[in-house]
């Protein structure tokens, strides 16, 4: 938690959330900085064409996190299957923005709902064929995780 105030003056606390962690080294930066979360993120991936994805890297950082922050990741969450993927891998959370962007563009809330299901429904066949009654039931046994070296 890191307190916030007004000229000197105790207002409230808030948790400290850090976006754009792709290596384990900064994920340990966080959590030394008071972090209550971190967002494994390469931004898109549009700054450096030749770096790693999330998935080849979030592996590592939540066994590194070993469970002191909440973990989020986002990266091209196009598909229930994709969430799925990266809860196996460790993340608490996932984050999907551009697609729900492009569901409103299109559909407005019609398109966003639908979008959402979809989703849904995807996890869910995927949770079936992988042996997951729960969310919480979801392991890296069910994914195989990219063999990504530094």
Known sequence: ??????????????????KGIMTPDEAELCINAGAAG?????HGGRTLA????????????VDKVNGRCFVMVDGTLARGTDVEKYVAMGANC????????RAAHGGLADGVALFANKMK???AVAMV???????KDINRSMVVIPDYKA
Do not use: W, Y
């Open 1 to 18: 938690m890191v307190r916030c105030s007004i000229s000197g003056a105790s207002v409230l606390k808030l948790p400290l959330l850090f």
């Open 38 to 42: 971190i967002v494994v993120s390469n």
């Open 50 to 61: 030749d770096t790693p994805g999330t998935a080849a890297v979030l592996p590592r950082i």
């Open 94 to 101: 996932t984050l999907a923005g551009r697609h729900f962007v």
């Open 121 to 123: 429904n995807e996890l």
């Open 129 to 135: 064929l992988t042996g997951a009654q729960t969310v």
